[in-house]
């Protein structure tokens, strides 16, 4: 009799401990409490923001099939115009450098060269800004520095993409 109580009071305790255990096991990689719902937002918003266009090597030219565990890890890809040649720098490493209001700071007063679409990152919302945080923070650091900047009087070293001059 008292056997059998006790098994189903470790059992119960087992079955009570499952889901504590699966938010643990998020936790070790999210940085704060990032919820399933919010790193599927982060996800979408990076996707079809085009966020992957540029920082994610190869992504455009494979039609997105790339790995999750390789987005967003920055590009030797170089954007030659006027203001010279910029690289889209490795958001994992960037990220980890950041608070998430250090981010949300950054972000909503974002300002760099071409071809990075800063004024649509200015526009997002709180909510999916810390979605994209979330997300980034959650796959953690991975790949290399992209490229330093190259000034427009220097020659990059290729590959990279020309721009023409601007309209008059
Ligand atoms: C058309 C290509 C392109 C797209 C699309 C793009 N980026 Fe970038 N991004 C760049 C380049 C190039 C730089 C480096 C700019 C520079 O050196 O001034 C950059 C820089 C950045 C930076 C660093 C700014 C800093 O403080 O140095 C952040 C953050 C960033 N991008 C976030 C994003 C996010 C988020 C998205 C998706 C919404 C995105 N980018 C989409 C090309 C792109």
């Avoid at 087992?14 to 996800?43: F, H, N, T």
């Avoid at 203001?83 to 980890?96: D, E, I, P, S």
């Avoid at 800004?129 to 790949?143: E, K, M, Q």
């Amino acid at each position: 009799m008292r056997i059998g109580l006790c098994a189903r009071l470790m059992l119960a305790s087992v079955v009570a401990a499952a889901p504590w255990i699966v938010q643990a096991a998020d936790k070790g990689k999210a940085a704060g409490p990032a919820s399933a719902a919010q790193l599927e937002r982060g996800r979408y918003l990076v996707d079809i923001g085009g966020c992957n266009d540029c920082h994610t090597p190869g992504y455009m030219q494979n039609a997105g099939k790339i790995p999750e565990a390789q987005w967003l890890t920055g590009d030797k890809l170089g954007w030659r115009g006027p203001w010279g040649t910029t690289y889209a720098v490795n958001l994992r490493t960037y990220m980890q450098d950041l608070t998430e209001a250090q981010w949300l700071k950054t972000a909503k007063t974002l300002q760099t060269r071409p071809p990075m679409p800063w004024f649509a990152v200015q526009k997002m919302s709180t909510a999916d800004l810390r979605a994209i945080y979330a997300l980034i923070r959650h796959l953690g650091p991975g790949g290399q520095a992209a490229p330093a900047y190259v000034p427009p009087d220097k020659e990059p070293p290729p590959p990279f993409v020309q721009f023409p001059a601007p309209p008059k």
